[in-house]
């Protein structure tokens, strides 16, 4: 699995800023602010493609001497030495490109005083660098104590200059700006915590949009330099996001090809409308609908929240609980015990399938419910010998042990079982092959989803390895399909049915730290809660019940529009973590998932609504 969700490529989602332009930001447009008070100047900035880094310069005895104040100056640490001599190996090592990948590179060269003195200074030491100044790719801008515009046309083509607020440039100076700098103060004084006030917000977008109509690009300094902040910028159409924390800008936006989503209209799905059929009665339950969405926890729930566009299936039920996910050995469990405490009501160690903490085999709600004449079915959008679905029919020491897993199928009165994992039922036993073992026991064995529509057996097993491709990949509605087939098949049992199915990878989402993926699973597997909750609607005796074996990746979202269907957010995580998951109930029965419960309490609530039936 883990190999799998390795080879799930994803493009970067990009967005559009609020002058129509499109931004993909990365860290070409981060701006590595007083970049010569790092501890490594330069270089650091550089080999985290910063594209734009900054340097204060004076002029002290010919020289010009890299500081923010004078007191400050140290001959020996000069703009030639600390940035003009590096830039110039960088591109004499990259064959004349500043980076590899032939980005720009911006040096803004800020003159702290002597405009006229510094930039005499300044030209006569570039015309040791025709590397630098001939580079069609790098951009040398003067900010700061520039000379006056009108003297700009006798200065050198290749310097360029920063825009400032409250100048009337003329033409002839505009076509030498790239970009403007303001001091963010004098427009908001928002610390970067929450949102800005209205005013605020309009205020500064004003000023972008402004210096965007231009075709100018646009940074601030002296403003607040957060992940709120960083993020806002970018929303806002903001060119060059300046930070004192290279490292910390430099994870942040790495980071936001996978941390971003924004759903397209077409990529939404509508609701089925909640009637709310003897949803808090306590009336008979003649059928049980388990769906696990695996590691999903809340942040993954508002997330398909937003990404559908405010709207999801799940959140129209209104009996809800949370369950306790911890394992027999550890304070995170795995999907392996989580799984074991739902189907088999016992707290096991991580890893274990249908055992309990000494290892001996526990069963597991399909065997236990067979007393009652009611057929069981397991889905799966993932391998079916995966460890939430093995929890309800296989008994084994190890999740790894997928032969073994699917060979304790030929064990188990489930009637149907939909996913990937086919290899492992090919696998011989008793010098034949496992699906001739289970057709010898009335199972009748589907290589391809193309199947689903025109199976009429009752037992049957779906195998197919390629209809559990990610739904970016191309999964198209499996599992919604999956459970209205299996519902359809075994709705005419009078005695009823147990119905387990998993939204697996939403997990896989979490563990690969991609909120795309993520999101999208989750959509998609409230889809088939939606298909659950028509069913339990117009049947008026089934159950359905919402929860997760563990929450993965330690989702939290950093912001959001439910009306664009976008949604931001950063994992702390590439693996589970010990929040509690919560639990939704719809039908008769339902009040009795409210609170706070372990996780083998599931398995005790259903059986017990099971074993009560009149």
Known sequence: MQQHIRNILLALLIMPAAFGQVITHTTYNAHAHNDYDHPIPFYTAYYKHYGSIEADIFTRNGQLCVAHNEEDIDSSRTLAALYLQPLRQMIRKNNGHPFKDGRPLQLLIDFKKDSLLTMQTLVQLLQQYPDITGNPEVQLVISGSQPLPALWE?????????????????????????????????YTKWNGKGKMIAADEQRVQALIDSVHRM?????????????????????????????????ELSQFLGSRPTGEYQSAQDNTHTLYKARYVNNDKLSKVKNVILLIGDGMGLAQIYAGYTANRGQLNLLQMINIGFSKTSSADSYITDSAAGATAMATGQKTYNRAIGVDATGVAKPAIPQLIQRYGMESALISAGDITDATPAAFYAHQADRSSEDAIAADFLNSPVNIMIGGGRLHFTQPLNGQPLTTHLQQKGYRVYPHITALDSIRSRKWLLLDDSAVAPILKGRGDFLTRSLQKTIHTLQDNRNGFFIMAEGAQIDWGGHAQNLPYSVTEMMDFDKAVGAAMEFADANGETLVIVTADHETGGLSLLSGNTGKGYVSGHFSTDDHTAVMVPVFAYGPHSLDFRGVYENTALFEKIMKILSARK
């Open 154 to 186: 006798q200065y050198p083509a290749y310097i360029l200059f920063d825009g400032k607020p409250a100048v009337n440039y003329p033409a002839a100076a505009l076509q030498r700006m790239p970009m403007f700098s303001y001091n963010f103060r004098d």
């Open 215 to 247: 075709h100018k690009k646009i940074r601030f300094w002296g403003g607040p330099d957060n992940v709120n902040t960083w993020i806002t910028l970018a929303h806002m159409g903001v060119d060059y996001i300046g930070t004192d924390h290279l490292d």
